[in-house]
């Protein structure tokens, strides 16, 4: 069956503009996760959602990162003002309930490149 | 604070050879600790996930086990083939499962 999907697979900005990246998460998968990935850092959590309940933002690097899941389905990623440290590689997972099974099913992934 | 540390780096191995990847972790206190490949370019493919009351588990070549008291886990892969050379990164989730990962282990299986 499909996987999890990411769009765009390569984003490259400016300096100071805001981005929008995009997750379809597996059917059925009611956790949703974004993770970012890059040299420095390696791979960094970042926000968690979990069906109707309030979101983990307890990863989200500053303010100026956002995210939102539009009827427990499909989710987005804004990065606002964007700056040349948020270029990375941006990883959505997604999972079944928690307690049924943990395993994270990772997508492609959005490069994002700010120049 | 959860830290995870994956041991060594990177590995060359000539293919056919048995091979033991590490990971450690601080905090004792994991709800489960999942190993995954990532190939270049790629997303991450999960490989095994051992949950907190398990020791290991094992898929075809791979065999992972967790040894929550000393915050270890290894990987074992058996008979090692170049398809095998990849990033494996393991990671230890808390019960909201939100995963740290380590930095990973750069794996170059040579024919």
């Known amino acids: 069956g499909a996987g999890v999907s990411q769009s765009p697979s390569n984003k490259v900005t400016e300096k100071g503009k805001d981005v929008e990246l995009r997750c379809d998460p597996i059917?059925?998968?009611?956790?949703l996760y974004w993770y970012r990935q890059s040299l420095g850092q390696g791979l960094e959590f970042l926000i968690y959602?979990?069906?109707?309940?309030?979101?983990?933002k307890s990863g989200l690097p500053s303010d100026r990162f956002s995210a939102e899941r539009t009827g427990g389905s499909v989710s987005t990623l804004t990065i606002q003002r964007t700056q040349q440290e948020d270029s990375a590689v941006y990883l959505c997972?997604?999972?079944?309930?928690?307690?049924?099974?943990?395993?994270?099913?990772f997508g492609p992934g959005t490069r994002l490149t700010v120049l | 604070k959860q830290e995870v540390t994956q041991i060594p780096a990177a590995l060359s191995v000539p293919e056919g050879e048995n091979l033991v990847l590490n990971c450690s972790f601080t905090?004792?206190?994991?709800?489960?600790l999942q190993w995954f490949r990532q190939d270049p370019g790629k997303g991450l493919t999960s490989l095994l996930l051992?949950?907190?009351?398990?020791r290991e588990q094992t898929s075809g070549r791979l065999n992972a086990s967790l040894d929550k008291s000393s915050g270890r886990s290894t990987l074992y892969i058996a008979a090692s083939q170049p398809g095998d050379s990849a990033t494996y990164l393991c990671?230890?989730?808390?019960?909201?499962?939100?995963?740290?990962f380590g930095q990973g282990t750069t794996l170059q299986v040579k024919p």
């Open positions: 059917s059925g998968h009611t956790a």
């Open positions: 997972a997604s999972s079944l309930e928690p307690r049924i099974s943990d395993t994270q099913y």
């Open positions: 051992i949950q907190s009351s398990q």
């Open positions: 905090d004792s206190a994991i709800y489960n």
């Open positions: 959602f979990q069906g109707n309940s309030a979101p983990d």
């Open positions: 990671a230890a989730s808390s019960n909201t499962g939100k995963l740290i």
